[in-house]
Nanobody, 115 residues
Framework: QVHVVESGGGLVQSGGSLRLSCAAS????????MGWYRQAPGKQRELVAR???????VYADSVKGRFTISRDNARNTVYLQMNSLKPEDTAVYYC?????????WGQGTQVTVSS
């Protein structure tokens, strides 16, 4: 079983920055993908950014140019640098890992952007 823990959320003013971190531990075989999703109140969970073990990256159109995902394969850790934050970025952010076909989720971290 893979255990996923996020950190780094908080309250920030519009235009500010936050950095999220996510560490995976436990019975890890080979994590193919690590990514960030978010869910705002009353909305479905959506992909924010995802990075493969080989470094291939996918971003949601809404965050391109503002968010940067990076990964430390040796530490099974993924980061999300969020700049130029907007009130519409307010959501619970979840870390996701895919290891040998098994998907694991963290408990989520709240990001609130005030206008």
């Amino acid at each position: 079983q893979v255990h996923v823990v996020e950190s780094g959320g908080g309250l920030v003013q519009s235009g500010g920055s936050l950095r999220l971190s996510c560490a995976a531990s436990g019975r890890i075989f080979s994590i193919n993908y690590m990514g960030w999703y978010r869910q705002a109140p009353g909305k479905q969970r959506e992909l924010v950014a995802r990075i493969s073990s080989g470094g291939s990256i996918v971003y949601a159109d809404s965050v391109k140019g503002r968010f940067t995902i990076s990964r430390d394969n040796a530490r099974n850790t993924v980061y999300l640098q969020m700049n130029s934050l907007k009130p519409e970025d307010t959501a619970v952010y979840y870390c996701n890992t895919v290891d040998g076909g098994i998907t694991s989720w963290g408990q989520g971290t709240q990001v609130t952007v005030s206008s």
